[in-house]
């Protein structure tokens, strides 16, 4: 290995991902907040880990190791220093008005010795009914109001693919579409800075949680080690887009082409692989309702600046042309049925996560998407989806990898 990260495609043969087993953060989740906290449902815990454990003992029997990110972020906690430093800046970001709020919780939390179970509670979120009795000097202490939660949960985390990615062997550490999920990037942050498996290992920082534009990486896509494909959807914006592609060009890495999607601003579609992903060298899943409005644009670098055009083909033509290929195949989700099209989109029919060329993890319950899949010649791993799938997200949501082999 070259270093501990190496990701310049979508199917290279997995080496190592990252995962978050999903925890008591779900167990937080309540009907009147689910908006708030980006769900449309609560899925049930117990079932949702059973199925996530599935999911890794998939990837572990085909040769895979498997980090977890609760685990990582307990093991970066290295010294009394760095813990109390992450529990300020994780308080910072946690909307609390009280002063004397936020050091009764961090009283709390630094006086959990065990560092997993410290990890795991920042994640799960405080309850206002956990909090000990303290004098209330402030203004807001003293109006109180009905908001239950003295620290909100976070229940997307176990879509480890968002608040950070790996491209090349750098990170894109991400600015996220809303206040909700920005906390999550804090472990990763901690994580990069801090765990012995990464810290001065020289990994570039291709984008940064407290730049100004949102950007997440479910949009993010490495096609190959020349091109990406990055959308400019609900969750990410052509700025953040503009500035990564700057970056990664400054680093003078493989990589001569970013291809911009924009596939809009719908909470349906809402990141790039939730319609688009690759699954062989020349085949792709896509939902056929992006196909007819969406525009593609290459970024590549100029002698002063960007050089961004429009790219006036079919999209097929666009991504033979960008991976060198002669032509290639797009596997529609849900085939020509528009309910079963829009059904299996719902339930990430298009979100798979490639394992090697032509293998992937898919969700059991997209039958219509899979049957097509198995008869353009692909590999499926199929993994129950009953509950993860409430989170709106499917395989290649859930995984980060961290080394994939070259291709």
Known sequence: ??????????????????????????????????ERLLFDDIPFLQDAQAEHDQFAKILTDNGVEVLYLEDLMAESLVSDEVKEA??????????????????????????????????????????VTELPEHDKNSLVDLMGNDYPFAIDPMPNLYFTRDNFATIGNGISLNHMYS??????????????????????????????????????????????????????????????????????????????????????????FMHLDTVFTMVDYDKFTIHPEIEG???????????????????????????????????????????GDVAAAAREQWNDGSNTLTIAPGEVVVYDRNVVTNELLEKAGLKLHKLRGSELVRGRGGPRCMSMPIYREDI
């Open 293 to 335: 409005d969406l525009t593609v644009y290459s970024i590549t670098k100029g002698e002063k600046d960007l050089v961004i055009k429009k790219e006036v083909d079919q999209l097929e033509s666009i991504l033979a042309k960008y991976l060198g290929v002669e032509s290639v195949q797009l596997i529609r989700c849900g085939g």
């Open 86 to 127: 992450f529990i300020d800046e994780y308080l910072s970001e946690a909307n609390i008005e009280s002063d004397e709020t936020v050091a009764t919780i961090k009283e709390m939390l630094m006086a959990i010795e065990d560092k997993r179970e410290l990890v795991d509670k920042t994640m799960a979120g405080m309850q």
């Open 179 to 268: 206040e909700t999920r920005n906390r999550e990037t804090i472990y990763a942050k901690y994580i990069f800075d801090n765990h012995p498996r990464f810290k001065d290992q020289d990994i570039p920082r291709l984008y940064c949680r407290n730049e100004e534009h949102r950007i997440e990486g479910g949009d993010e896509l490495v096609l190959s080690s020349k091109v990406l494909a990055v959308g400019i959807s609900q969750r990410t914006d052509a700025k953040a887009i503009e500035k990564l592609a700057r970056n990664i060009f400054k680093e003078n890495m493989s990589f001569e082409t970013v291809l911009a999607f924009d596939i809009g601003e719908y909470r349906k």
């Open 1 to 34: 290995m070259n270093g501990p990260i190496n990701v310049y495609s979508e199917i290279g043969k997995l080496k190592t991902v990252l995962l978050h087993r999903p925890g008591k953060e779900l167990e937080n989740l309540m009907p009147d907040y689910l």
